[in-house]
């Protein structure tokens, strides 16, 4: 069906929602949903047609009618859409996908009314502008900083645009009345326009600006942007010399919360003020270093410690460059590039020395529970993800990992409110909705944690977690084919990672291919000799084989080496065949697991959690 945009006055109900068709905005139990113009428009048209299929291309005619777009545009809208309705992929209620052809709006609306002073509470009301405006007042306080726009810049300015939204979020994350997005979830949005962007990070409030770079000055022009209706509510230009760039951020911290109607503390205004380092060259040495990390890869991160390094030696106190400096060294473990006993125990005191300087600095507290976590100081872990938290309570990072220590002691049920309220601060992050799968598949919610997952790979098609953790669910559920897939797609995007390897190589073991699950072990026995191989990854594939003795003793000498696979111990469900073993219930006690764990050896997992069975479970996962 062809549908069209006609001038309409009336309001459209459906669910808690309303469409005001005139006004062009979408409210939801009264209340303002921001959206972009775009994706409202696509709404109008597949409301207007409602009950029927809409095709893509005359969709994307009428939502466009002057631009040449790419489907993956209207897919991204009605993403958007189904987001700000409260949708999942498997259960559509107001939007359905017709494969390959279109869309069609399913649900039941309420007659169309002309008035709209039948929505107000006083009966003789009508939703006006001002109205909508005052209401969007009290959600006013929540806001994304866009890496900045370097105009002619050299290549070795880029880091400037990213470095100083990250300068300027790390200030705003003070305001504890605040929400800020984190610079994981803002770092691609530059080629977004601001209402858009605003509307998928889901805050009311958007900051961007631009850069330029000369000699030694520096022009710096930002302004602040309500997404609601795009307007500008504060704007500056700054022309100064660089080694002002510490006045000029101060500023725009400053005159944002001015702007937010925010009203500061005593301890806020002295934590916007707090500059950690006085030196202009280690501060942008600490901007590079950020730049690099923010990369999430092997080269972005070696480089990242290169110039956290350089800004410690021009200032010997910069505490964030030490807390840089951990979080590097703590994803190069992670990440299998070092041997943990190399990385962790530099983490560990780079995060300390941060806290001798600056003993309420939340990034190092978060660096130092996933050093404590490598120390199997499971209490001292906890201990420092919580005050990372506390101290920043927008910190995504922190929850990120917090979650994850509750995940490895089979605390699920608060592993998933710690990473619901990640993907809550980071809402375009298809790693954070992977890390929620995570969560669910070492409760073997497998059906839940592959709904999640696909979500993720609606955010990001390309995103490697999504794909690991599709793979080693569908292990699980002996569907090995497409397992194989998975983890072929995931090598095909990483490159030969060894992690991957050991996985195809366990599942060619379980799926009966055992001349492949050997040739894999004679690849790692091979990498061996020139380069650091996690004896866990051995230790997986001789479990696909059942040689239960040998998969132990690889696991006794990957808790030599540290192995931080090994804090899963309690909870994979690639491990269950070994839970009995005796040597394997030692290393859960050496490990400190067994005196933290609840009720994870998976027939205990269901008595004593009743997370199989228990239905409220499912509304406990919910939003």
């Known amino acids: 069906m062809k549908p069209s945009i006609e001038p309409d006055d009336r309001l459209y109900q459906f669910g808690p929602f309303c469409l005001d068709a005139k006004e062009r905005v979408l409210l939801r139990d009264g209340r303002l949903v921001p959206l972009p113009a775009k994706a409202l428009s696509t709404l109008l048209a597949l409301v207007l047609s409602r009950g029927h299929l809409v095709e893509k291309e005359a969709?994307?005619?009428?939502?466009?009618?002057?631009?040449?777009?790419?489907?993956?545009?209207?897919?991204?809208?009605?993403?958007?859409?189904?987001?700000?309705l409260g949708e999942t992929t498997g259960s559509p209620k107001y939007i359905e996908t017709v494969p390959r052809r279109g869309y069609r709006f399913v649900a039941p609306i309420s007659q169309p009314i002309e008035d709209n002073a039948a929505l107000t509470e006083n009966p003789g009301e009508r939703i006006t502008s001002s109205k909508i405006t005052n209401q969007l007042l009290a959600d006013l306080?929540?806001?994304?900083?866009?890496?900045?726009?370097?105009?002619?810049?050299?290549?070795?300015?880029?880091?400037?645009?990213?470095?100083i939204a990250d300068a300027l979020i790390t200030k705003l994350s003070n305001l504890k009345r605040v929400t800020v997005r984190p610079t994981s979830a803002v770092r691609n949005a530059v080629k977004h326009d601001p209402v858009s962007a605003g509307s998928e990070l889901k805050v009311a409030t958007v900051l961007e600006g631009t850069i330029q770079k000369w000699d030694e000055y520096i022009r710096v022009t930002v302004q602040l942007v309500s997404v609601q209706d795009g307007s500008t509510l504060w704007a500056e230009k700054f022309d100064e010399k660089f080694i002002s760039i510490f006045a000029i951020e101060d500023s725009i911290s400053e005159q944002v919360a001015a702007a937010l109607a925010v009203k500061l503390t005593a301890d806020e205004q002295t934590q916007l003020a707090r500059r950690y380092t006085e030196n202009t060259r280690a501060h942008q040495a600490y901007l590079r270093g950020r730049y690099f990390l923010e990369k999430?890869?092997?080269?972005?991160?070696?480089?990242?410690?290169?110039?956290?390094?350089l800004a410690i030696r021009i200032d010997a106190q910069y505490a964030l460059a030490y807390a840089g400096l951990a979080d590097c060294y703590g994803s190069l473990a992670a990440y299998d590039?070092?041997?943990?006993?190399?990385?962790?125990?530099?983490?560990?005191?780079?995060?300390?020395?941060?806290?001798?300087?600056?003993?309420n600095l939340p990034e190092a507290h978060a660096a130092l529970g996933r050093a404590r976590m490598f120390d199997w100081d499971w209490q001292g872990a906890e201990q420092s993800f919580k005050l990372a938290i506390d101290l920043n309570p927008n910190y995504a990072t922190a929850r990120h990992h917090y979650a994850i220590y509750l995940r490895c002691l089979g605390r699920f049920d608060e592993a998933l409110a710690e990473s619901r309220k990640a993907e809550e601060l980071d809402p375009t992050s298809a790693d954070r909705k992977s890390t929620t799968a995570g969560t669910l598949y070492c409760a073997r919610h497998y059906d839940e944690a592959i709904e999640e997952l696909h979500e993720a790979l609606e955010l990001d098609s390309n995103n490697v977690v999504a794909h690991y953790y599709l793979g080693r669910i569908y292990v699980q559920k002996a569907r090995y084919e497409e397992a194989i897939a998975e983890y072929k797609q995931t090598i095909n995007l990483l490159g030969k990672r060894l992690e991957l390897w050991a996985h195809l190589g366990h599942i060619y073991a379980v799926s009966g291919r055992k001349d492949d699950a050997q040739k894999v072990l004679a690849?790692?026995?091979?990498?061996?000799?020139?380069?650091?191989?996690?004896?866990?990854?051995?230790?997986?594939?001789?479990?696909?084989?059942?040689?239960?003795?040998?998969?132990?003793?690889?696991?006794?000498?990957?808790?030599?080496e540290n192995d931080l696979n090994l804090m899963f111990l309690g909870v994979d469900p690639m491990l269950e065949s070994l839970r009995l073993h005796p040597r394997f219930m030692k290393l859960l006690q050496r490990t400190g697991i067994m005196h933290h764990l609840r009720g994870t050896m998976h027939n205990a997992h269901e008595e004593e959690t009743g997370l199989s069975k228990d239905k409220s479970f499912a509304v406990r996962m919910q939003r």
């Open 141 to 163: 306080q929540s806001i994304a900083v866009l890496p900045f726009e370097t105009l002619g810049a050299e290549t070795q300015d880029e880091y400037l645009g990213l470095g």
């Open 296 to 309: 999430r890869n092997r080269e972005g991160i070696t480089k990242g410690i290169e110039y956290f390094e």
């Open 523 to 560: 690849e790692l026995e091979k990498e061996s000799n020139g380069a650091y191989v996690p004896s866990y990854f051995t230790a997986l594939i001789h479990v696909g084989l059942d040689e239960k003795e040998q998969a132990v003793e690889w696991l006794e000498k990957a808790y030599l």
């Open 59 to 84: 969709l994307m005619k009428e939502v466009w009618p002057d631009e040449f777009v790419e489907e993956g545009n209207l897919a991204q809208h009605v993403f958007i859409l189904r987001r700000a």
């Open 337 to 359: 590039v070092l041997p943990p006993k190399e990385s962790m125990p530099k983490a560990k005191e780079a995060a300390l020395k941060a806290l001798s300087i600056e003993p």
